[in-house]
Nanobody
């Protein structure tokens, strides 16, 4: 059973940066595909970025390409989301997710979820 805990959220002005962290506890973190999703008030949870455990291949939703970077440190059992040039529309609760089998943009593919961390971008 993998447990995930996000941190690093907060309030930032438009154009600023934040780095989110997701610390995992449990066996074989290095063999989990990891992803970040976000959910704004009144909206569905949406995919942001993912990273494979096999070759560290990454994938991003179009709205964050060139601004966000997902990375992982298997020695620290942690996945990161570096967010630059933040916009008010990036405001949401950010969740990390994990799965051993699927590397997907669908939230249904992931078995393990953190509790989320709030990111608020002011204009």
């Amino acid at each position: 059973q993998l447990q995930l805990v996000e941190s690093g959220g907060g309030l930032v002005q438009a154009g600023g940066s934040l780095r989110l962290s997701c610390a995992a506890s449990g066996p074989t973190f290095s063999r989990y595909h990891m992803a970040w999703f976000r959910q704004a008030p009144g909206k569905e949870r949406e995919f942001v970025a993912a990273i494979k455990w096999t070759d560290y291949n990454t994938y991003y939703t179009d709205s964050v390409k060139g601004r966000f970077t997902i990375s992982r440190d298997n020695a620290k059992n942690t996945v990161y989301l570096q967010m630059n040039s933040l916009k008010p529309e990036d405001t949401a609760v950010y969740y990390c997710a994990a799965d051993t089998k699927y590397y997907s943009v669908s939230r249904l593919a992931y078995d393990y979820w953190g509790q989320g961390t709030q990111v608020t971008v002011s204009s």
